[in-house]
Each structure stands twice: as structure tokens, then as C-alpha cells.
């Protein structure tokens, strides 16, 4: 894996979470391609956590609904609050969750290649 800069520091308040995608390059076999991933990054007062997007029940993309503070998954229904913690539906455990890290003023996250 690799730590990849995702956002400058100053680009995310407490309590805001935000969308952000970022691209690595990524050996494939034979041939090395660009990827580009996304992240919803939450701000607290200590720290930056990294959710990833896919729904924990079958993968669906989950959305971030800021006026309700929850993550929502369309395909089935399921309910994650604003931590990444099941609230209803079919997921069977909370969003996954990537290694962050502040240095220089930009948020790192750490992604498996």
C-alpha cells in the first residue's frame, strides 16, 4: 500500500464530511494504469477518518445525505450514521475505514494497491 494526499488540511471543517477522489497509478499485470477511488473523509476535533463508500451488505455505492447526517445505500436500503455505524437495512457491519494522517498541511489516506 501507500499513503496518497487526498486534500489540504484547511479544505474540511469539524464535523463536515466530504467526498474526495484521488488517483493512483496501479501495476495491472503487465501494464500500469491510473485508478481513481474515493473516499468520504469526517472531520472531529482530534482526528480525520476515511470511509469508504461501498455498502457492507453487497457493495453498492453508498451517498453521504448531509441534511439527514447519514450515509444511504439505494440498492437495498441500508442506513450508516455519520461514523460509519449501522442504523437499519441489511448491512451486516459498519463502512470500512482507511488509515488517515496530517502532515505538511494535507490529509493523507493510506490505500491498499
Not at 18 to 35: A, I, L, P, R
Request: proline share 6%.
Amino acid at each position: 500500500g501507500t499513503w496518497v494526499a487526498v486534500l489540504p488540511e484547511g479544505e474540511i471543517e469539524v464535523d463536515q464530511t466530504k467526498e474526495v477522489s484521488f488517483t493512483m497509478t496501479v501495476k495491472d499485470g503487465y501494464q500500469t494504469v491510473n485508478h481513481t477511488y474515493t473516499v468520504y473523509l469526517r472531520r472531529y476535533a482530534d482526528k480525520i477518518v476515511a470511509f469508504d463508500p461501498t455498502c457492507t451488505h453487497l457493495g453498492c455505492r453508498v451517498k453521504y445525505q448531509a441534511d439527514k447526517s447519514r450515509y444511504f445505500c439505494p440498492c437495498h436500503g441500508g442506513v450508516f450514521d455519520q461514523d460509519g455505524k449501522v442504523v437499519s437495512g441489511p448491512p451486516p457491519r459498519p463502512l470500512n475505514h482507511y488509515a488517515t494522517k496530517i502532515e505538511n498541511g494535507q490529509v493523507f489516506v493510506y490505500r491498499e494497491v
